[in-house]
């Protein structure tokens, strides 16, 4: 990546943060060429901390600024209102969208036939171990694609889909899912806590098994499924608590139902 491009954030929320974040700290992607617009002012403060460039406003971006990308990390009722102040990056800057729900068309409605990209990304990408669902529209060209596969590439996998709509369905998995796990982490913590472990230890035991049984399924050349025999003795301990998560309705039919109900919910967005 060139070290001389420029890049504007629109918003420096939670996702907005996790991108600095990584670009900065793991990528090594120059803070001072970030040129975060954040109307909150604590968050605009923790931008500039981590060295980005910083305003309140698009108005107060320089009329020279040619930036190669402009990511929009705003909510995605927020979108509409705010698109138009950046139209003047159209053509040679891709813009690269991570609000759920939000189609291309919405973009393109107000900002042209310029490249437009919608992302996924996952909060784990402030550590650089993100997963980012991806899919361009047609005006993106190849320079464009390559300069934002590489800029997502730095804080995670990246998967280019080749439907539009099966962004919402990453959005459902790897977009939300860091949270299904989060909240599993919560559930093992207090179960812990139920059989008689202090919650401090309970928390260590549920956050380091998930890390490392996370670790495992990624490096270990074996699935979940024969790595879930391998932790199962039969008869023994596993057994019987997957027993409980097989019985109807199973932790598999939960799940479905979850993730269901986040990609109606993305598909709701995009009329919203
Ligand atoms: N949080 C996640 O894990 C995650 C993951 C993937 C995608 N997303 C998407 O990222 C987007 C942001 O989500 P979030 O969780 O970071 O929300 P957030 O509320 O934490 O961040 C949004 C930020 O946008 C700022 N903002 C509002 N109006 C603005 C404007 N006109 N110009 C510039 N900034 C403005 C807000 O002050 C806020 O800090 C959403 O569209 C969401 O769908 C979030």
């Given at each position: ?114 490249a437009i990209i ?45 439907e539009e709509k ?71 301990t596993t057994a ?33």
């Amino acid at each position: 990546m060139d070290q001389s491009d420029e890049i504007v954030l629109v918003g420096c929320g939670n996702m907005g943060f996790a991108l600095l974040e990584g670009w900065v700290g793991r990528a090594g992607i120059p803070a001072g060429r970030i040129h975060v617009i954040e109307p909150a002012q604590a968050l605009r403060s923790r931008a500039a901390a981590v060295g980005a460039t910083v305003h309140a406003d698009a108005a107060e971006l320089p009329q020279a600024l040619r930036p190669r990308a402009v990511i929009i990390a705003v909510k995605p009722q927020v979108v509409r209102s705010m698109l138009c102040a950046y139209r003047r990056f159209g053509g040679k800057a891709a813009f690269v969208s991570i609000a759920a729900g939000v189609p291309i068309s919405t973009f393109e409605a107000t900002l042209g036939e310029t490249a437009i990209i919608r992302a996924m990304p996952n909060m784990p990408a402030s550590i650089g171990l993100g997963v980012i669902a991806a899919f361009a529209n047609a005006h993106t060209d190849d320079g464009q694609m390559a300069y934002v596969n590489n800029l997502l590439a730095a804080v995670g996998a990246v998967h280019w889909l080749a439907e539009e709509k099966l962004v919402d369905a990453a959005t459902a998995i790897s977009g939300s899912g860091p949270a299904y796990l989060f909240h599993f982490i919560e559930c093992l913590t207090e179960a812990g806590v139920a059989v008689g472990l202090s919650a401090e230890t309970a928390l260590a035991l549920a956050k380091q098994t998930v890390e490392g049984a996370a670790a495992l399924a990624g490096t270990s050349g074996f699935s979940p499924a024969e790595l879930r025999h391998q932790v199962t003795s039969p008869n023994g301990t596993t057994a019987a608590a997957l027993q409980v998560l097989t019985a109807e309705p199973g932790l598999s039919e939960l799940m479905t139902r979850a993730v269901a109900a986040a990609h109606r919910r993305a598909l709701d967005l995009a009329v919203a």
